[in-house]
Every structure is written in structure tokens, then in C-alpha cells.
């Protein structure tokens, strides 16, 4: 793991999550893998192992390049725009 330029421009503290689940998947009554956290603006979004892919069409239609896990016991962030965890 690295820290990427992207990194360095997210906001501290991060920002606390908008939701307690993928609001795109509870609309479209399917159920997320897993969820992500915007490190950017505190979306909640499904994983792409997820039918939706929502953390990833909020990175294609916001440009907010990294997130992180929201599951408990993992500690991970991915970027978006490099395509690794940092």
C-alpha cells in the first residue's frame, strides 16, 4: 500500500457516511455485497461485486477518487483513478 496524490487531497477528518446502506440498491430493492465509503463526501455505495456497482458509478459520475471499506474489521481504501489500494 501507497499513498497516492489523491490521497493527500481528501478531506481530514473524513467525512462520516451519508448512510447506513447503498441508497441507489434500497431504491432499486436489491441488496449490496458490501459497502464503501466516498472519502470525499460521505457516499455509500455498494461494492462491484454488488449487481448496482454503486461505488463505482459515484467515482464515474463525481470524480471522487477514493473510498474505503466500511466493513467491520477492514481497513482498506481504494483509488478509483489509479486502480489500487493506498
Known sequence: M????????????????LSDTCPACRAEGTHPVQL???LTCGHVGC?????GRHASHHFEQE???VMRTLERGEKWRWCFADGSIV
Open 47 to 51: 461494492c462491484d461485486s454488488s449487481p
Open 63 to 65: 470524480g471522487h477518487p
Open 2 to 17: 501507497s499513498e497516492c496524490k489523491h490521497v493527500l487531497d481528501l478531506p481530514r477528518p473524513e467525512p462520516e457516511p
Open 36 to 38: 464503501r465509503l466516498c
